[in-house]
């Protein structure tokens, strides 16, 4: 049985921990964004309406810079096949994704799943769920959509993996990771990290930056910049520069994907079960 932590409790106990022994204060920042505050517009703005909504949540995937975006799909939308000029990495926050060659059968990815499409390849998306909602990454931009026959090869292998075929590691009590992409020669990365429920913890980073998006569950936060407790639904938005402690707890099974420039770690402050 699951014995929550109280709310006052944990964040007592947080607080007592010397923020200053993670190093240099005076290079570190944080921001938060909640899904309320997201400001929506088109993925694909030549189709107007008939594209997909889409939300930079860091970035500018009209410039020539790295982004991470959402991107939400209406129930049965389905893409005419086409190419984008740069590669892209997504997540599944919500619905039913399917996204692959035009000719293959459909593998609807449900909440936590993961693919990659490569530059260049011919591929359809299609959305199945009642409601649909991606988190989707470039390393580059700007994104743009082209049509099937400007086709290429860039020599990259798509990944579609769906939630029941990510592999977890254990890294601590109550915490499993997995490594989803590593940039080559770089120490830039991308892993989703599961809390188990009654988690609560600090996650340390030392990290040039760290940017942090809920795929699922609810999570309650706070850092020094932000010392009232907040609620972190799916969708919402955490980002660091330098070294820095997120206060997390999880009041349920919680799956986080983290994009990191450097080291991190997980300390647990506490956890019931």
Same mark, same amino acid.
């Given at each position: 049985?699951?014995? +929550?932590?109280?709310? /006052?409790?944990?964040?007592?106990?947080? +607080? +007592?921990?010397?923020? *200053? @022994?993670?190093?240099?204060?005076? /290079?570190?920042?944080? =921001?938060?964004?909640?899904?309320?505050? !997201?400001?929506?517009?088109?993925?694909?703005?030549?189709?107007?309406?008939?594209?997909? @909504?889409?939300?930079?949540?860091?970035?500018?995937?009209?410039? #020539?810079?790295?982004?991470?975006?959402?991107?939400?799909?209406?129930?049965?939308?389905?893409? $005419?096949?086409?190419?984008?000029?740069?590669?892209?990495?997504?997540?599944?926050?919500?619905?039913?994704?399917?996204?692959? &060659? $035009?000719?293959?059968?459909?593998?609807?990815?449900?909440?936590?799943?993961?693919?990659?499409? $490569?530059?260049?390849? #011919? %591929? !359809?998306? =299609?959305?199945?769920?009642?409601?649909?909602?991606?988190?989707?990454?470039?390393?580059?931009?700007?994104?743009?959509?082209? $049509? *099937?026959?400007?086709?290429?090869?860039?020599?990259?292998?798509?990944?579609?993996? %769906?939630?029941?075929?990510?592999?977890?590691?254990?890294?601590?009590?109550?915490?499993?990771?997995?490594?989803?992409?590593?940039?080559?020669?770089?120490? !830039?990365?991308?892993?989703? !990290?599961?809390? @188990?429920?009654?988690?609560?913890?600090?996650?340390?980073?030392?990290?040039?930056?760290?940017?942090?998006?809920?795929?699922?569950? &609810?999570?309650?936060?706070?850092?020094? &910049?932000?010392? &009232?407790?907040? +609620?972190?639904?799916?969708?919402?938005?955490?980002?660091?520069?330098?070294?820095?402690?997120?206060?997390?707890?999880? #009041?349920?099974?919680?799956?986080?994907?983290?994009?990191?420039?450097?080291?991190?770690?997980?300390?647990?402050? =506490?956890?019931?079960?």
């Amino acid at each position: 049985m699951i014995n +929550l932590v109280p709310v /006052k409790t944990i964040v007592l106990t947080a +607080l +007592l921990l010397p923020f *200053s @022994a993670i190093g240099d204060t005076d /290079k570190r920042s944080s =921001a938060v964004t909640l899904p309320s505050q !997201i400001i929506w517009g088109h993925l694909n703005p030549l189709r107007g309406d008939k594209s997909p @909504a889409a939300a930079n949540l860091w970035g500018d995937r009209t410039s #020539n810079v790295a982004t991470g975006m959402l991107v939400r799909f209406n129930q049965g939308f389905s893409s $005419p096949p086409h190419i984008h000029n740069v590669s892209y990495r997504g997540i599944v926050i919500d619905g039913l994704l399917h996204n692959d &060659e $035009p000719i293959a059968k459909k593998m609807w990815m449900p909440q936590g799943s993961f693919w990659t499409q $490569p530059a260049g390849g #011919n %591929h !359809i998306t =299609a959305a199945n769920g009642k409601t649909n909602l991606i988190y989707l990454e470039i390393d580059h931009g700007p994104y743009l959509v082209r $049509p *099937s026959d400007k086709q290429f090869d860039n020599n990259q292998t798509p990944i579609n993996r %769906h939630s029941n075929m990510i592999k977890w590691q254990t890294l601590t009590n109550g915490v499993m990771t997995s490594s989803l992409w590593q940039a080559k020669g770089k120490q !830039i990365a991308g892993t989703m !990290i599961k809390l @188990a429920p009654g988690f609560s913890g600090e996650l340390i980073s030392s990290a040039e930056e760290l940017k942090m998006v809920v795929i699922a569950g &609810e999570v309650k936060y706070h850092s020094e &910049e932000t010392p &009232e407790p907040m +609620l972190l639904v799916p969708s919402s938005f955490v980002s660091s520069t330098g070294q820095f402690k997120h206060q997390i707890t999880a #009041n349920n099974g919680v799956t986080l994907y983290i994009r990191h420039n450097g080291d991190w770690k997980i300390k647990p402050l =506490a956890l019931n079960l």
